[in-house]
């Protein structure tokens, strides 16, 4: 069990430019979440993933937001023309159940200038 | 909408006990988590309460009262590595089996020598 990886680890990017990031699950996983973090605030939830199945994607996230798990493993969350506001941690957690605690990776810090 | 309550910050001593407390109001209940948040780490699971009542684990204690919409957490023999954010988390029900995990902003713990 290597937990939860995601990739990179720090992005920093120029206003208006397209970011991508990387999430590996915990393998036996079938449940994925993206979560965005602030300074000084808990986690928010951004969409969630039941294998490759979009089942839910909060309705404060802007249609530049957008998350893939084609084969219900690894998923990506793409952010298109970052803006300031986009700079956040960006964590990604997976669980086996619905009853089951989240695991969290360690996120991908990023940075918009 | 959903509010989850608790202190941002809390000071205590080493070798003391302390109690975070969480109050919330959700568009559902589907159990209490409390992960614990180590300054650029990912958030780790410390607890979970779906039921009334008291759950010890270790030097940790976490509490839960539905009809208050309480919860807390209790940390004894305190150590100074027990500095960190503490961060409540309530478990909605969403449509279908989907569950969605929401956070407080979570409390700041300092441990002093």
């Known amino acids: 069990d290597t937990g939860v990886s995601q990739n990179p680890r720090h992005k920093i990017t120029k206003r208006g430019q397209n970011v991508t990031f990387r999430c590996d699950p915990i393998?036996?996983?079938?449940?994925l979440y993206w979560y965005r973090q602030t300074l000084g605030q808990g986690p928010e939830f951004l969409t969630y993933f039941q294998n490759e199945a979009q089942l839910e994607k909060s309705r404060l996230l802007s249609d530049r937001f957008s998350a893939e798990r084609p084969k219900g493993s690894f998923s990506t969350l793409e952010i298109q023309r970052t803006e300031q506001g986009d700079s956040a941690m960006y964590l990604c957690?997976?669980?086996?159940?619905?009853?089951?605690?989240?695991?969290f990776g360690n996120g991908t810090r990023l940075t918009v200038t | 909408g959903q509010n989850i309550d608790q202190p941002t910050e809390m000071t205590a001593t080493e070798g003391a006990i302390v109690q975070i407390n969480c109050t919330y109001q959700?568009?559902?209940?589907?159990?209490l988590f409390w992960y614990q948040q180590h300054a650029g780490e990912a958030p780790t699971f410390l607890s979970y309460n779906v039921l009334d009542g008291l759950e010890e684990k270790g030097r940790f204690s976490s509490f839960l009262s539905r009809s208050k919409g309480y919860s807390y957490l209790l940390l004894k023999e305190l150590q100074m590595k027990d500095s960190a954010s503490y961060l409540c988390?309530?478990?909605?029900?969403?449509?279908?089996?989907?569950?969605?995990?929401?956070f407080g902003s979570g409390t700041q713990l300092t441990v002093l020598p």
């Open positions: 393998s036996e996983h079938n449940r």
């Open positions: 957690a997976s669980s086996y159940a619905n009853n089951s605690p989240l695991h």
């Open positions: 988390a309530v478990r909605i029900p969403l449509s279908g089996s989907a569950r969605q995990l929401t």
């Open positions: 959700t568009s559902g209940f589907n159990g």
